[in-house]
C-alpha cells in the first residue's frame, strides 16, 4: 500500500516563495501519474499541477509561470516550488498518485480527482498580505 506524506508547507508574506515536498513509500511512484492538489476554506478541492510518467508537466492557468512541479523517482519524491504566492494561494495543498498508467499522460487526465487513487494527509500553506 503506497503511502504519501507531504511537507513544506507554513506560512509566507505575499510575494515569497515555498517549496513543498511529497514522499511516496512503497512501490509503483515511477508506473503513475503525480499531482498537487489545493482546497482553500470553504471550495472545492482544485488540480494545481500534475507531472506524468515521461516527464511532462502541466498547470492550471492560476499558477501558470509562477510554480513548478518536478518529479524525482529515484527518491519517489514529488516537489512544488511556489513561487510570487498570493493570499488567493492560502490553501490546504495535497499530494496524490494516479492509479498505474501510460507513459504519457495529457492535461485532462492528471487535472481529473478520479484518476488518483491515493493522497496524501495535505499540508497548509498561508499567504499573508
Known amino acids: 500500500q503506497v503511502q504519501l506524506v507531504e511537507s513544506g508547507g507554513g506560512r509566507v508574506q505575499a510575494g515569497g516563495s515555498l517549496s513543498l515536498a511529497c514522499t511516496a513509500s512503497g512501490r509503483g511512484f515511477s508506473e503513475a501519474g503525480m499531482g498537487w492538489f489545493r482546497q482553500a476554506p470553504g471550495k472545492a478541492r482544485e488540480f494545481v499541477a500534475g507531472?506524468?510518467?515521461?516527464?511532462?508537466?502541466y498547470y492550471s492557468d492560476f499558477v501558470k509561470g509562477r510554480f513548478t512541479i518536478s518529479r524525482d523517482n529515484a527518491k519517489n519524491t514529488v516537489t512544488l516550488q511556489m513561487n510570487s504566492l498570493k493570499p488567493d494561494d492560502t490553501a490546504v495543498y495535497y499530494c496524490a498518485k494516479t492509479r498505474r498508467t501510460a507513459y504519457y499522460a495529457n492535461y485532462d487526465y492528471l487535472a481529473s480527482q478520479q484518476s488518483y487513487e491515493t493522497w496524501g494527509q495535505g499540508t497548509q500553506v498561508t499567504v499573508s498580505s
Open positions: 507531472v506524468e510518467r515521461a516527464g511532462r508537466k
